[in-house]
Every structure is written in structure tokens, then in C-alpha cells.
């Protein structure tokens, strides 16, 4: 059993279980996990989701200082983005993956580019809205979670594999938690992550 992909895994388990619960420490957990998942995908070919881990670095730490400083100084709240935002999110997703893919596939000895390109797209987009602490983050991980788990089993990353199946039973948890969040009075919303977010 690969020692990388075990502790990549152990490490992203933290930080998704951190994430759902609105807490800070999913960052610093996030950056151990995605530095070890680059290692196992780039063992694996699966080169669009090398990318996507070095994105998910930089991004844990743009997200980490915006979870306790982003809104004016203050931790940001849960909200949601309008309809219209997430729509043209979503294809923007869908042709970016069908043009990143297609470079794969014309350029690279890339196992499923395209189904590899969409996890990339929409992982980005998730982890985009996460920072911003979107509840339509959420959404995003749940289609990720749906397309990794077969792509993963299909190159022997078992552990991974099942771990994903976890991760979506969590999104949908964390989903209905972050609505709930989302939907409380600003000023006990701000307090409530305020709260949440504190590194203890």
C-alpha cells in the first residue's frame, strides 16, 4: 500500500471534516494533504489533477487568512451566491474542462483526461467558492466526489477511492450544515463564525 496516498488521505480527511464543520484548521490540514496527493497523482499519470492539488495549496493559504480576516477584518460568513452567478460558473467549468482536457488527450499520455479535466474544473470552482465560505461550494464537491471515486478505483488508488465515497456522504452533510448557516441573522451569523473559525 502506497505510504503516500495513506497519508494524503489522512490528511484531506481532516480537512474536509474541518471544512464541513466551518473550522479554520482545514487549511493547514488541506496544504500536508494536497502536497502528498501530488506526489500520488503524478505516479498515477493523472496529470490534470497534479495541477489541481498545486491550485488547492495556494488556495488553502488565500483561505486560511479569509476565513479569519476576509470580511473587513472580521471571519466571513456563510452565504450563498445568486442563481445566475453559479449558473455561468458552472458552464465556464465545463468549458474549461473540455478545453484542458482535450490538450491532455492531444498532448500527454493522460489516463481519462476529459473525466480527469472535470474533476479539476469543478474541484476549482469548488475550492473557489469555499474560500469565500459559499454554501454552493458544497455542490461542487458532491460532483467531484461522484467522478473521482470510479476514476480513482480505475487506477488501483483504492483507499482513495473509498475515502471519496466518504467525502460525499460529508458534503451532503455539510451542505444542509452550511444552509443552516447561511440562514441565521447577520449579526449571529458573524458571531457564529467567529466562533467556529477560532483555532483552539
Keep these: 500500500m502506497n505510504p503516500w496516498e495513506i497519508g494524503a488521505n489522512a490528511f484531506n480527511t481532516a480537512s474536509i471534516v474541518f471544512a464541513g464543520r466551518n473550522s479554520v484548521h482545514t487549511w493547514w490540514s488541506g496544504i500536508l494533504g494536497c502536497g502528498l496527493f501530488g506526489v500520488v497523482f503524478y505516479e498515477a499519470k493523472l496529470y490534470a489533477d497534479v495541477t489541481l492539488q498545486l491550485f488547492f495549496i495556494a488556495s488553502c493559504i488565500v483561505g486560511w487568512w479569509a476565513w479569519l480576516r476576509g470580511d473587513r477584518g472580521v471571519a466571513l460568513p456563510v452565504r450563498h ?11 465556464l467549468a465545463a468549458l474549461v474542462a473540455g478545453g484542458y482536457g482535450w490538450l491532455l488527450h492531444r498532448y500527454t499520455d493522460a489516463y481519462a483526461p476529459f473525466v480527469d479535466s472535470l474533476v479539476l474544473a469543478f474541484s476549482v470552482l469548488g ?12 455542490w461542487c464537491w458532491l460532483v467531484v466526489n461522484t467522478l473521482a471515486v470510479p476514476l480513482y478505483a480505475s487506477r488501483g488508488l483504492y483507499v482513495t477511492a473509498v475515502l471519496y465515497v466518504a467525502f460525499w456522504v460529508n458534503a451532503v452533510i455539510s451542505l444542509g450544515l452550511w444552509r443552516r448557516l447561511a440562514a441565521t441573522p447577520q449579526k449571529s451569523r458573524g458571531a457564529s463564525a467567529g466562533a467556529m473559525t477560532s483555532p483552539h
Excluded at 127 to 138: K, P, Y
Design 127 to 138: 475550492q473557489f467558492l469555499m474560500v469565500g465560505r459559499r454554501v454552493e461550494s458544497w
Design 81 to 91: 451566491v445568486p442563481r445566475q452567478t453559479i449558473a455561468v460558473l458552472v458552464v
